[in-house]
Nanobody
Framework: VQVVESGGGLVQPGGSIKLSCAAS????????MRWYRQAPGKERELVAG????????TYSEFVEGRFLVSKDAAETTVYLQMNNLKPDDTAMYYC????????????WGQGTQVTVAS
């Protein structure tokens, strides 16, 4: 049972990138999912999330309408579409999932690096 992120890379300021979080051993029909990020020297912070019922949870203020979280129809993958990226968005992005009704167990991915630079 795990979650695996992918899709990170180098993108220019103002550009876009789409991250994926693939679930293995469960689906997001039963698990809440959140994207977190951690920049060098900073604490890990919440970016966005989506509940197992499919209603998007709160986006952090710094998102400012630039990001969108969604699930595929099979509910095995959650995406984070990031637009109008800024250098401050440079960070390791992590996928987090947990059973939506029980609140446990919890799963963390290994992260995918997003670097915003010209």
């Amino acid at each position: 049972v795990q979650v695996v992120e992918s899709g990170g890379g180098l993108v220019q300021p103002g550009g876009s990138i789409k991250l994926s979080c693939a679930a293995s051993g469960f689906t997001f029909s039963t698990h809440d999912m959140r994207w977190y990020r951690q920049a060098p020297g900073k604490e890990r912070e919440l970016v966005a999330g989506i509940t197992f019922r499919g209603r998007p949870s709160t986006y952090s203020e710094f998102v400012e309408g630039r990001f969108l979280v969604s699930k595929d129809a099979a509910e095995t993958t959650v995406y984070l579409q990031m637009n109008n990226l800024k250098p401050d968005d440079t960070a390791m992005y992590y996928c987090f999932a947990r059973d939506g009704r029980r609140g446990w167990p919890e799963y963390w991915g290994q992260g995918t690096q997003v670097t915003v630079a010209s």
